[in-house]
């Protein structure tokens, strides 16, 4: 499943999902590049929309901004659903952002190819068991503290991993729709690493010093680290 684009960050029902299953963790990562291009109707007028879906929209917000400054942006339920739109219902003040085959499948022209360049994708394999440690490893954690409207709440979560050397390349908060917010570390190390355990248990213990709650900090998996954002493997 996708989890994250190069350019718009996490993906927000990725995360939710993730957060509400049970007994499913994530074992696996892998990029891929999402080359996304420009097309219309041979015989068109004026671009005044540009239809895709809103994921590819925001990526190429760049191109849109300086080429398209003008044009209505109309999200759609996938990229080649835009490009069938244009051409099913022959709109000719209209573009889709598209692959390129998409694009030419649906008989519309290319205008334009690689419009957000370098875009990448990490999709996520998830599975019923953890996966082993490798000796490079990333893990997913949440925390949910549920001591609120008190300073350094997040600080005392984040302070046992920096104690204990552990590097976070990612965090992100989401709201839990309860006054809340969940807050996800993308950390460096395996669940099984002896350092990793021990810093999680002094987060857990700052969080939750009397153990009231089963979801203050959950492992959401733990994964061999692809290094993506450098090479995209």
Known sequence: IP????????????????????????????????VHCFGALSERESIKRVLSK?????????????NYPEADLEYTGST???????AQNKIRDAAAIASKAALEKAGLEVLAEDICPNNRTRFIKIAREYSTSTGNDKTLIVIHPHIKDQPMVLVRGLLPLG???????????RPDHKGGHYFYLEANGHRDDQTF?????????ALDPKGKFSDTIRLLGSYPNTN??????
């Open 3 to 34: 989890a994250e684009n190069y350019y718009n960050g996490w993906v927000n029902i990725t995360l939710d999902a993730l957060t509400r299953s049970e007994g499913v963790y994530i074992t696996e990562e892998k990029a891929l590049q999402v």
């Open 54 to 66: 809103d994921q590819a929209i925001d990526q190429c917000v760049g191109f849109l901004d300086k």
């Open 80 to 86: 080649s659903e835009a490009a069938n739109n244009i």
């Open 163 to 173: 104690l204990a050397g552990i590097n976070l390349e990612y965090i992100h908060s």
């Open 197 to 205: 355990k021990g810093a999680i248990e002094f987060t857990r213990l």
């Open 228 to 233: 993506w954002k450098a090479n995209g493997e």
